[in-house]
């Protein structure tokens, strides 16, 4: 596939993404269109970089526009991503880039602005040529100065929403928010759990031959991260060359692991696709307990399935879930009330302490989400009680560093249902970074 071709159906994958369409779905569908891998790496790269940066190009359009920029937005998002080019992807030439560019804008906006990207980008490069220095650090400049105005360089040179970086700095402090804001703009490591039935010698030495330097987790002896970068594709063919093996954060693993440690009887993950913690738990959970994976999403509960096959010769559980799935949604759970030892409900919320896995999520998260996401988990919160027998355990988590998806939900469930106490066992919580 040619370079023009993957710079097209990578605008057409970020169009889509603004238009309220799931990244990782649009991009599943886009890379199974790419006969080589590279051409699905830089195509990956393409989309996940540009959304990642958006809000850092949208400060550089502004401020090298010599007059207000064309609002057609296809125009805007031709800009993005050749700024990603130009900034990021030392591996691509400026002239390059740019007249590739200018051709996307006169074959999918028409002529009219193609003056106005050519002549922006070419300003650019004329300023990163000056600065004979990365464009990274010679970008930094032109941002607003962190020492007099924090929160607006926070926001822009880091790429994240100005209400989110307030709420962090007045909830945590100058410091730790601009440390946040970094982390959350650091790779992802993949991280992976190799379940019981797999040998976690064997896997390792795997991993390490195919030159992908894992190293152990820091919360889980069966946890492995990855000190290499892997493409999607490798990432899939290898896992199905290791069908006792998931991917799930190291934050997933502990609380997998320390719910099944203490509960037992029926489990029921009411939010459970794509599977990775009820496939753990279903791995050592004891006795020879129901297992339930719900989901109200039918693309996702999907991917479960797919799971389910590929693990179930590791573990006969694992292929009973994926054969008994419920798609339905959790707050009108279709199960018996007040049965079930343990429930797991990982909810559904802003995502914000996993903005580095997810681009598109830091601008599709507003502060209005997160006061109707906390209704919505705490009517979870409420119905997951009710299923409970006595005894049972609620473990309730979030992918959330927010108080109203978190800390107001569980007040406000502990108001509404005086039979529930908090687990005497924990004495203090603990913030587990992605």
Known sequence: MSL???????????????????????????????????????????????LQWRGRYDHLIAHFARRRPPGDRRVR?????????????GGVPDYAAIDSSVQLCRVTVGQKPVGF?????????????????????????LFPDPAGEPIEFLSRYHSLPRWLVERWVARWGEKFA???CEHHNRPA??????????????????????????????WHPRALVLGQRVKRPRLRSLLESLP???????????????????????????????????????????????????????YRLELLRQSAVRLGDSAK?????????VLADGRYPPVRSQVWGAVLLDGPCSGTGVLRRHPDARWRVHPE??????????????AAAELLRPGGLLMYATCSLEAEENEEVIAALLTLRTDLEPDPTQAQHYWLPP
Not at 30 to 48: H, I, M, N, Q, W
Not at 77 to 89: D, G, K, S
């Open 4 to 50: 023009d071709q993957i710079r097209r159906r990578a605008l057409d994958v970020l169009l889509r993404v603004d238009s309220g369409e799931p990244l990782d779905r649009l991009l599943d569908r886009a890379l199974s269109r790419c006969d080589d891998p590279r051409d699905g790496g830089l195509l990956t790269e393409l989309v996940k970089g540009t």
């Open 77 to 89: 998002e031709i800009l993005r991503l050749a700024l990603h080019q130009l900034v990021a992807m």
């Open 117 to 141: 990207v050519n002549g922006l980008l070419r300003s650019v490069q004329r300023f990163l040529v000056a600065e004979r220095d990365e464009p990274v650090t010679a970008i930094r400049a």
């Open 178 to 180: 601009a440390a946040l």
């Open 189 to 218: 490591p993949v991280t992976l759990h190799v379940l019981p039935t797999a040998d976690l010698v064997a896997v390792t030495e795997r991993l390490e031959a195919e030159s992908l330097e894992p190293r152990a987790g820091r």
């Open 244 to 298: 006792g093996v998931i991917i799930q954060d190291e934050a997933a693993q502990a609380v997998t692991a320390w719910l099944s440690e203490r509960a037992d009887g029926p489990l029921l993950d009411m939010c459970a696709a794509p599977g990775g913690k009820v496939f753990h738990m279903a791995a050592i959970w004891p006795g020879e307990a129901v297992i339930v994976a719900l989901d109200h999403s039918r």
């Open 317 to 325: 559980r694992i292929e009973k879930i994926g054969r008994t799935v």
């Open 369 to 382: 989400q997160l006061i109707a996401n906390r209704e919505r988990l705490l009517e979870l919160a409420g």
